[in-house]
Every structure is written in C-alpha cells, then in structure tokens.
T-cell receptor, first 115, second 111 residues
C-alpha cells in the first residue's frame, strides 16, 4: 500500500529537549515536504526536498532542521523545541514536481506539545 | 498562485450530491485547479485536479467553467465519511512551491 508514515504520532516534550520526527514514504517519490498546521493559520510549509541531499526552506523554517540522506526518509529535527512549536505536523511526498501536475500524499500527522 | 474563494461551510444530506463551489477569478492559463480534503486532524487527501476540461475519478467530478474563473467539486452520493474540510487550490504546474491551503469549506453530511 502506498503510504507516508510518521513517527511518533503524539509527543509531549519539554522546552529545549532535542527531538526528531521521522517521515518515510514507500512510493519512490523525489519530492518530500514538512508542513505545520495551526488553528486559523492553515498549513504552512516548513522545509521541502526535491531529491536526496537537496533541501530548501519553506515559509516557516526557523527552529527546524531537516536532512535527506535517503530517498524514502525525510526527518524533521527540532534542536531546541519551544512552546510556539506546539502544533500538528504533516509530512508529504509526491513525484517530481517539474512534471505536472502532481498529487501530494500526506502522512497521518504528528501532534507535538512543547511545555 | 491565484487566490481562491470558497464558502466557509455547507451541509448535504446523506446520499445526495454535494456540490462545492470555488471561485478563482484570477487564474492564469497554465494554472491547475486541485481539490484536497482533510478529515478532522488527519492528513490532507488528494481528490482530483483539472486544467480546462471536466474531470471525473472514483471519488468525485470536477466541473470547470469555460472561462476557468470558477469550478465545482461534485461528490455524487455523499456519505457521512465525506464530512471534512474541502480545499480548492490553484497552482502552476511544475512548481516546487508548497500547496497553499486556504480556509476551505467545511462540508457536513447529515444523516
């Protein structure tokens, strides 16, 4: 089954404690992306990756890091989480974005609470 | 990407067709219309997309007006599981930029 998986699905942590949210896709997609969703603000892109070792900032990259060492994985790293990073996070993937149109597949979401 | 306007909410009776409108009056010739939906706090789900012609797949139909300034997503036989926020998105093909999800339409399917 084609899918995007995220782990963990729920996480409560404390300010400053480094954490990683994993994202994996089994569709051999080149493009992967991280979004956060907050009430009243919709989905906002954090980082995206066009392919292995190619990443770029989205609209709200501050406080986040990503890496793309393998095609299937795109982890989101919060080096020093703060309460304003409490949010619902989604990972997404799609086939090459220079070949249009394309459909993005989203993961189930990770609900993060930073106290 | 062109801006879209959708009604904030709609109701539909179970088993009836749900018609969700979207206005995109500033759309340009090479911009596609995409529809996604998000069932409460789940990841958004792709439904359908189109450029000029009407499109149909197993989930829905997309009707785009001839001038392309508006479109309608049709769920032919709505079920309770179709209750979700539906997003109409207009974007250039081949763009690496993110999908811009606006406020969408909250569709509630009533028993």
């Amino acid at each position: 089954e084609a899918q995007v998986t995220q782990n963990p699905r729920y996480l409560i942590t404390v300010t400053g404690k480094k954490l990683t949210v994993t994202c994996s896709q089994n569709m051999n997609h080149e493009y992967m992306s991280w979004y956060r969703q907050d009430p009243g603000l919709g989905l906002r892109q954090i980082y995206y990756s066009m392919n292995v070792e190619v990443t770029d900032k989205g609209d709200v990259p501050e406080g986040y890091k990503v890496s793309r060492k393998e095609k299937r994985n795109f982890p989101l790293i919060l080096e020093s989480p703060s309460p304003n990073q409490t949010s619902l996070y989604f990972c997404a993937s799609s086939s090459r974005t220079d070949i249009a149109p394309y459909e993005q597949y989203f993961g189930p979401g990770t609900r993060l609470t930073v106290t | 990407d062109a801006k879209t306007t959708q009604p904030p909410s709609m109701d539909c009776a179970e088993g009836r067709a749900a018609n969700l409108p979207c206005n995109h009056s500033t759309i340009s010739g090479n911009e596609y219309v995409y529809w996604y939906r998000q069932i409460h706090s789940q990841g958004p789900q792709y439904i359908i997309h189109g450029l000029k012609n009407n499109e149909t797949n197993e989930m829905a139909s997309l009707i785009i007006t001839e001038d392309r300034k508006s479109s309608t997503l049709i769920l032919p036989h709505a079920t309770l599981r179709d209750t979700a926020v539906y997003y109409c998105i207009v974007r250039l093909s081949g763009s690496a930029r993110q999908l811009t999800f606006g406020s969408g339409t909250q569709l509630t399917v009533l028993p």
